[in-house]
Antibody, heavy 114, light 112 residues
Framework: QVTLKESGPGMLQPSKTLSLTCSFSGFSLSTSGMVVSWIRQPSGKSLEWLAAIDWDGDKYYNPSLKSRLTVSKDTSNTQVFLKITSVDIADTATYYCALGVRDWGQGVMVTVSS | DVVLTQTPPTLSATIGQSVSISCRSS???????????LNWLLQRPGQSPQLLIYSVSNLESGVPNRFSGSGSETDFTLKISGVEAEDLGVYYC?????????FGSGTKLEIK
């Protein structure tokens, strides 16, 4: 059974760096074809794809945010990370990680506020 | 980026009624490999999105067959044949043909 769970700071101040972790089980990110994405959703709004990393370590970013994003994975292939630099109030959202489009985590709420 | 326009933005249905949601793309979603990567997701209140339909018309495992998808190129439709109470929530189309992946603005289904 595939499970994913996001974790993060909950709240942080503008201009800081947001660090998120996606911990997963039920699959190996080293298996060919596996891709884990980060997607966010401001309250009451639609979804925005942010970044992804695949089984080969290749990384993909949304061009609109690329300069602020870094996606990575751990060497044991059980966690994926996302860093967003210089956060702003507009980065307040629920952040999801997902395996492909089929399996989603429960999401973690992040509030950017001074 | 590919823009996906969903209509209607809200939908009110009685139990047993059949409804349809439209998703129109600003570009053809037919990939060079011959597949069309247009998916439908449902986000129930307070929950994460869940995949209903992938590649236009393929029903995800465990999803009731009252859900069906159709369409091609730039015009796509999700149909629910006989709405049930558990179907309430927000429906999103999303495309994975062109980078970056993009989502529609959502259609909220309410039960009368």
């Amino acid at each position: 059974q595939v499970t994913l769970k996001e974790s993060g700071p909950g709240m942080l101040q503008p201009s800081k760096t947001l660090s998120l972790t996606c911990s997963f089980s039920g699959f190996s990110l080293s298996t060919s074809g596996m891709v884990v994405s980060w997607i966010r959703q401001p309250s009451g709004k639609s979804l925005e794809w942010l970044a992804a990393i695949d089984w080969d370590g290749d990384k993909y970013y949304n061009p609109s945010l690329k300069s602020r994003l870094t996606v990575s994975k751990d060497t044991s292939n059980t966690q994926v990370f996302l860093k967003i630099t210089s956060v702003d109030i507009a980065d307040t959202a629920t952040y999801y990680c997902a395996l492909g489009v089929r399996d989603w985590g429960q999401g973690v709420m992040v509030t950017v506020s001074s | 980026d590919v823009v996906l326009t969903q209509t209607p933005p809200t939908l009110s249905a009685t139990i047993g009624q059949s409804v349809s949601i439209s998703c129109r793309s600003s570009q053809s979603l037919l990939d060079s490999d011959g597949d069309t990567y247009l998916n439908w997701l449902l986000q129930r209140p307070g929950q994460s999105p869940q995949l209903l339909i992938y590649s236009v018309s393929n029903l995800e495992s465990g999803v009731p067959n009252r859900f069906s998808g159709s369409g091609s190129e730039t015009d796509f439709t999700l149909k629910i044949s006989g709405v049930e109470a558990e179907d309430l929530g927000v429906y999103y189309c999303m495309q994975a043909t062109h980078a970056p992946l993009t989502f529609g603005s959502g259609t909220k289904l309410e039960i009368k």
